[in-house]
């Protein structure tokens, strides 16, 4: 799934939100609705102040409360709305959610190992990762297509649904996903539109995109 040749030089940046209790405990959030600690919040200030120095054209979120409040911090600095879509939600787990690592390594360790695997698999009876790229996906590539030239999508969402929804846009196949890396508490990643379509220009950085100064570009 590619972004269309009009508007060449548009830039997507997915940020993931800031800090929870739940990540500081190792647990399975998926679509549980937890909010920011303090120090989440405060991640999320520095990274608005960033991000704003990049004048985004458009801030779409999540609607979880993590995610909409990290959003709402580049909102107050930038004067934009934010668009709240269920479509970037996280992964919906079932009975994983709630768990520490720990604990869902020791209860469904078979599902972990082929989750691990690249496996298509419905952690505690929830989503395919494909189907998170397919719910969305066409959420950031509708709100992409509306961008002007030389435009910048600001995306705030979820750690997993970041990773599945650039695996998608870059045409991969599902099971090379997990080779895209964890995204850290309000740390993001960077896809800009080139002639062949989207290709990864950042990933899980906290400092802004610098220019490719080489052979590559």
């Not at 992409?144 to 435009?151: F, H, N, Q, T, Y």
């Not at 508490?185 to 002639?195: D, I, R």
């Not at 220009?201 to 906290?206: F, V």
């Amino acid at each position: 799934m590619n972004g269309s040749r009009s508007g060449r030089g548009r830039r997507i940046v997915l940020w993931r939100h800031g800090q929870t209790a739940w990540n500081l405990e190792r647990r399975f959030q998926g679509s549980t609705d937890i909010e920011l600690t303090e120090t989440g919040v405060a991640q999320a200030r520095r990274a608005a102040r960033l991000l704003a120095s990049l004048k985004p054209a458009a801030i779409v979120a999540s609607d979880l409360r993590r995610a909409a409040a990290t959003a709402a911090e580049l909102a107050a600095i930038t004067g934009l709305d934010v668009v709240h879509d269920q479509g970037l939600r996280e992964t919906y787990a079932g009975a994983w959610q709630g768990l520490t690592h720990e604990e869902i390594v020791e209860r469904y360790g078979e599902q972990y190992a082929a989750w691990k695997r690249g496996e298509p698999v419905r952690r505690g009876g929830g989503e395919l990762e494909t189907e998170v790229a397919d719910r969305a996906a066409p959420v950031v590539l509708g709100h992409a297509g509306k961008l002007p030239d030389e435009g910048t999508l600001v995306v705030v969402s979820h750690g997993g649904t970041i990773r599945t929804t650039i695996g998608r846009l870059l045409g991969l196949e599902a099971h090379h996903w997990e080779g895209l890396g964890g995204l850290t508490n309000c740390c993001w990643s960077v896809l800009g539109e080139g002639a062949r379509g989207w290709r990864l220009l950042e990933h899980n950085a906290g400092t802004l995109p610098e220019p490719v100064l080489g052979d590559d570009t």
